[in-house]
């Protein structure tokens, strides 16, 4: 991590709400990670209780895992790397408190999309000192459903939101910003690279309608002078009322 610029990097991540970082992660780590990330879900998570994933469509295959960080500890130390902490600390501007360890499969083929949001909806923390560190551990191409920024849009706090009825993110902007596709930041990566994302930055990403998968691993820290919103937490809650597990 010693090519990362991490000043350059704040100010980037001040202006646009969104920076991305190569290599991150080696090809060693990579793969050991994916390995890992295979054997949980094929040995352990059918002992998991339901808030561990969200399957797609076709009820069976995974289209998130969440909470690793408590179903799976084990696999922390392999991604929360001092350097990482150490930048999470710089954009949180605080001690960082890392609340959240998950992934976002998008399966060849069935990977579904993921509606315009923006993730304090769902964290619901104020100040909005919370970020996602989004690793690739496939390549991150035009056609395997990238996630897609509005650069700055976090500067303008957060939008009315609406439910969106998509199992896994169940909260979505009231009204879509209307920026091309073209005028917006892609995160097209190669496995290890990393994008960081702040928690108000709207974002989206579109059904991987391809051959290939397209996994990201999650870490998602927020500083720990960071405090939960009543209201804002009333409204994730009605918004995920309906939805199956
Ligand atoms: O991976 C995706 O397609 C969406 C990711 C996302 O919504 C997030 O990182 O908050």
Redesign the pocket.
């Known amino acids: 991590m010693k090519h990362i610029n991490v000043s350059q990097l704040f100010q980037d991540y001040e202006r646009d709400g969104v920076v991305r970082i190569r290599r991150l992660l080696t090809p060693d780590q990579v793969r050991e990670i994916r390995e890992e990330l295979d054997r949980y879900i094929f040995e352990d998570l059918s002992g998991k209780p339901p808030d561990a994933r969200t399957f797609e469509a076709d009820g069976k295959t995974v289209r998130n895992l969440w909470r690793l960080e408590q179903h799976h500890p084990a696999i922390v130390p392999m991604l929360a790397q001092p350097e990482i902490v150490a930048l999470a600390s710089k954009l949180v501007k605080g001690e960082p408190l890392l609340c959240g360890v998950e992934t ?1 499969n ?1 399966p060849a083929r069935i990977g579904s999309g ?1 509606p315009y ?1 923006q ?1 304090n909806a769902y964290f619901c923390q104020t100040p909005a000192d919370m970020l ?1 560190i ?1 690793i690739a551990m496939d390549p991150v191409t035009l056609d395997n ?1 990238p ?1 897609y920024y509005v650069l700055g849009s976090h500067k303008a706090g957060l939008l009315p939101t609406k439910a969106s009825g998509v199992n896994g ?1 169940s909260m979505g902007i009231a009204e879509e910003p209307g920026i091309p596709l073209s005028q917006q930041f892609c995160g097209l990566l190669d496995p290890g690279d990393a994008l960081i ?1 702040h928690c108000e930055t709207i ?3 579109a059904p991987n309608t391809s051959e290939h998968s397209r996994l ?1 691993l ?1 870490l998602v820290y927020r500083g720990t002078h960071t405090q939960s919103e009543p209201l804002l937490k009333a409204a994730y809650a009605a918004a995920n009322s309906n939805l199956p597990v």
């Open positions: 976002f998008k993921v949001h993730d996602t989004w459903g996630v993110n994302h974002h989206h990403s990201g999650l």
